[in-house]
T-cell receptor, first 112, second 113 residues
């Protein structure tokens, strides 16, 4: 049930764009995105509930394709501060299914 | 204090020791979680509590024993651990266990010798 993230790692120059994908083989209720910098705790970026919505957070946005059980995180005009490991977390359903399962992460490095 | 706090931040223990990790959240949330993060592995959910009741035990060995006396405090009692239990243990909280963002504490770096 672990979501699959791609790519595993990406290196950018400041100002470039990147897309990180997250896919599941199961029907999803929600997709969460977090960023973790080295030696720090994961920090929440955004959550997408089923309904195919797209959300934005400054220059970081995400989409959720409910039919394909896929979510993508878009980072535009990347900044040095965007460096870190990005994790997607998926919930299979509401009700009693209290379990957020995380992917293995995508290491993003932004160089000057 | 604001957010989610964890103590201690670092812990070294022998395999025969008994220790406890503490987590406290000041966000008014109802759900609390323990995660394990090992090198080169994804975040692994261990336990979920909702309104002090355990709602998820993700097949965690009995040498890890959680305790949630109220919605603001969460403990993880450790005994007879193995070296492979060395990891970063993260506590998190959310308003509800489903459909809400989770806020993580800074973690406890545990080393079992």
């Amino acid at each position: 049930q672990q979501p699959v993230q791609s790519p595993q790692a990406v290196i950018l120059r400041e100002g470039e764009d990147a897309v990180i994908n997250c896919s599941s083989s199961k029907a999803l209720y929600s997709v969460h995105w977090y960023r973790q910098k080295h030696g720090e705790a994961p920090v929440f970026l955004m959550i997408l509930l089923k309904g195919g919505e797209q959300k934005g957070h400054e220059k970081i946005s995400a989409s959720f394709n409910e039919k394909k059980q896929q979510s993508s995180l878009y980072l535009t005009a990347s900044q040095l501060s965007y460096s870190g490991t990005y994790f997607c977390g998926t919930e299979l359903g509401g009700g009693s299914n209290y379990k957020l399962t995380f992917g293995k992460g995508t290491l993003l490095t932004v160089n000057p | 204090e604001t957010g989610v706090t964890q103590t201690p931040r670092h812990l070294v223990m022998g395999m025969t020791n008994k220790k406890s990790l503490k987590c406290e959240q000041h966000l008014g949330h109802n759900a609390m979680y323990w995660y394990k993060q090992s090198a080169k592995k994804p975040l692994e959910l261990m336990f979920v509590y909702n309104f002090k009741e355990q709602t998820e035990n993700n097949s965690v060995p009995s040498r890890f024993s959680p305790e949630c006396p109220n919605s603001s405090h969460l403990f993880l009692h450790l005994h007879t651990l193995q070296p492979e239990d060395s990891a970063l243990y993260l506590c998190a909280s959310s308003l509800s266990p489903t459909g809400y963002e989770q806020y993580f504490g800074p973690g406890t770096r545990l080393t079992v010798t």
